[in-house]
Each structure stands twice: as structure tokens, then as C-alpha cells.
């Protein structure tokens, strides 16, 4: 059954450095999204990406971050200067169309030091 | 603003009990619920799907329950297995116009006990 990868599967930084973290989503999906959970909190929104663009986003999705589609596979979230508080489980998911159900990887843990 | 409830917070049961979920929610406009089980250190894994006109939805041992009018759904596990145990998210989806916004509940912490 096809999948959602996302790579790496944990991810140290210092603070201020930039990170990015790498995700395929299921081959046929049309629609990308990053969401975070940060330890012991509930699953927030960041982004939704449709067709090479961002078509939603969220008040914590500020100028530090940004979404990338580089090539036909990939779909890259970038955060520029990584704080202590950006720290978190990041899930990347795709969906086939608008209102299909997303499916979700595994996720990203980040930890920022 | 947008919000969803979740109770209990958690919840322990001894294998091959029924359990049932519960999911509030103030999600304006409603477009769907979905119920997610996430088992821990990985991502959610969506269970059922309910749209506005639907009460019920099963999908194997889980059962969806959906009253629009109250803002209520619930989510029963029958015969539990200790696979079972994990986080279950209520998530509610507004739609208006092109814009469409997730609210994630918290979650139930579900432990299934041999």
C-alpha cells in the first residue's frame, strides 16, 4: 500500500541554524500539507500546498517558514532560524484531492537546542 | 473560533471490553469529522470519514456516531485488542468557500490492558 515518507526521522540543531525537512507524499496525491505536534499538545495546521503553491496557512506558518515542491517527488518544509520553541513532531500528508481523506507519515522529530 | 472537545482524556480497559469516545465540537461551517488514531511517535491514521448527513459510519470493530444538530460524535471500539491502545483525534474540517481549516481535538489516550 503506498505511503508517506518523510525523512530524517529525527533532526538536532542549535538554534538559529536552518533545517529542512523532506517528505514524498503518495505518488498519485495532488495535495500537501505540514502539520506540527508539539510534545504532549494536540496536532496543529501549518500549510496547504496545491499545484505549486501555497493555498492555506496558518498563523503559526510565518516568515521563518516555507514550503517547496523541488521536484516531481519531493516536498520540502524549510525553517530559516530555528528556535527553542520550534521543537516538535512535524508530519507531512497528502491527500488525492481537497476533501480526501490525508494520509499522514510517520513525522519528523525535531529538536532544537 | 473554532474548537474541539475531547473526553476522556484517558481511558484504560482490559482486552476484549467496548469503549466509547467522546467528540464535541464548535467547528463553523461544518463540512466533515473525522475520527484518527495515532499511535505514539508516529502519525495520525484516519479511521472514519462523517459528513453532514451521515449518523453512523463503522469501519471494522469502530463505530462512528455523528448528530449535527448537537455537535456531538462519538467514536465506539468493540472487542478491544491491546493493538488498540493509542491516541484517538477527533478532527473537524470548516469549509467556506475555497477555505478550509482542520481543528484537531486532543485526543483520547487509550490503554487496552491484557
Known amino acids: 500500500e503506498p505511503e508517506v515518507t518523510q525523512t530524517p526521522s529525527h533532526q538536532v540543531t542549535q538554534m538559529g541554524q536552518e533545517v529542512i525537512l523532506r517528505c514524498v507524499p503518495i505518488?498519485?496525491?495532488?495535495?500537501f500539507y505540514w502539520y506540527r505536534q508539539i510534545l504532549g499538545q494536540k496536532v496543529e495546521f501549518l500549510v496547504s500546498?496545491?499545484?505549486?503553491?501555497?493555498?492555506?496557512k496558518s498563523e503559526i506558518f510565518d516568515d521563518q517558514f516555507s514550503v517547496e515542491r523541488p521536484d516531481g517527488s519531493n516536498f520540502t518544509l524549510k525553517i530559516r532560524s530555528t528556535k527553542l520553541e520550534d521543537s516538535a513532531m512535524y508530519f507531512c500528508a497528502s491527500s488525492a484531492t481537497r476533501t480526501d481523506t490525508q494520509y499522514f507519515g510517520p513525522g519528523t522529530r525535531l529538536t532544537v537546542l | 473560533k473554532n474548537q474541539v472537545e475531547q473526553s476522556p482524556q484517558s481511558l484504560i480497559i482490559l482486552e476484549g471490553k467496548n469503549c466509547t469516545l467522546q467528540c464535541n465540537y464548535t467547528v463553523s461551517p461544518f463540512s466533515n469529522l473525522r475520527w484518527y488514531k495515532q499511535d505514539t511517535g508516529r502519525g495520525p491514521v484516519s479511521l472514519t470519514i462523517m459528513t453532514f448527513s451521515e449518523n453512523t459510519k463503522s469501519n471494522g470493530r469502530y463505530t462512528a456516531t455523528l448528530d449535527a444538530d448537537t455537535k456531538q460524535s462519538s467514536l465506539h471500539i468493540t472487542a478491544s485488542q491491546l493493538s488498540d491502545s493509542a491516541s484517538y483525534i477527533c478532527v473537524v474540517t470548516a469549509l467556506s468557500g475555497s477555505a478550509r481549516q482542520l481543528t484537531f481535538g486532543s485526543g483520547t489516550q487509550l490503554t487496552v490492558l491484557p
Open positions: 505518488s498519485n496525491h495532488l495535495y
Open positions: 500546498f496545491y499545484n505549486n503553491e501555497i493555498s492555506e
